[in-house]
């Protein structure tokens, strides 16, 4: 009985501990709610560069921890939040932005999903006129005397 009871404590011992370390969340102390609120939407998108498309801000890896105290102590230091993204981009490289910026080598990226709407429309407007003809013209005097034919032997019993 001694042994069972003995069991029990260790495992709930270390339940409780494997719920204290997954609960141990970086708090940053804030004077200025501002603050608080760019550190936030700053952590969140950015993109930790170990994980798969997840933001820093959810990431337990180690370079996403190092990218939450370098936005933390560049915030307290006044810097701008487009220069906090340059330096991390400089530091990380663009995959660390989940918004690539407009630049030469993103161009495709940005352009072609407008492109393709845009060929779609032409697509979709060429079809219509083309079928809109394609109604329109006259019969020719052979399709005529046929769809008389047709028409003159429905009539008769």
């Not at 400089?90 to 030469?104: A, M, Q």
């Not at 492109?115 to 329109?136: E, K, M, P, Q, Y």
Request: hydrophobic share 45%; glycine share 6%; net charge neutral.
């Amino acid at each position: 009985m001694a042994v069972i009871r003995l069991t029990l404590a260790s495992l709930v011992l270390l339940l409780v501990a494997g719920l204290v370390q997954a609960a141990a969340i970086e708090m940053r102390e804030f004077d200025d709610p501002v603050m608080e609120q760019r550190y936030r939407s700053l952590t969140a998108s950015l993109r930790c560069p170990t994980c798969e498309n997840q933001a820093i801000n959810d990431s337990d890896a180690p370079v996403s921890r190092d990218m939450r105290d370098r936005v933390y102590f560049m915030l307290q230091d006044g810097r701008a939040d487009m220069e906090i993204r340059d330096h991390l981009v400089e530091r990380f490289g663009n995959y660390v932005l989940y918004n690539p910026r407009l630049e030469g080598r993103t161009y495709l990226l940005w352009g072609l999903p407008a492109a393709l709407v845009v060929l779609g429309g032409i697509l979709v407007v060429l079809v219509v006129r083309a079928r809109r003809n394609a109604s329109a013209r006259a019969l020719s005097d052979e399709e005529r005397a046929r769809l008389d034919a047709l028409i003159n032997r429905g009539r008769t019993p």
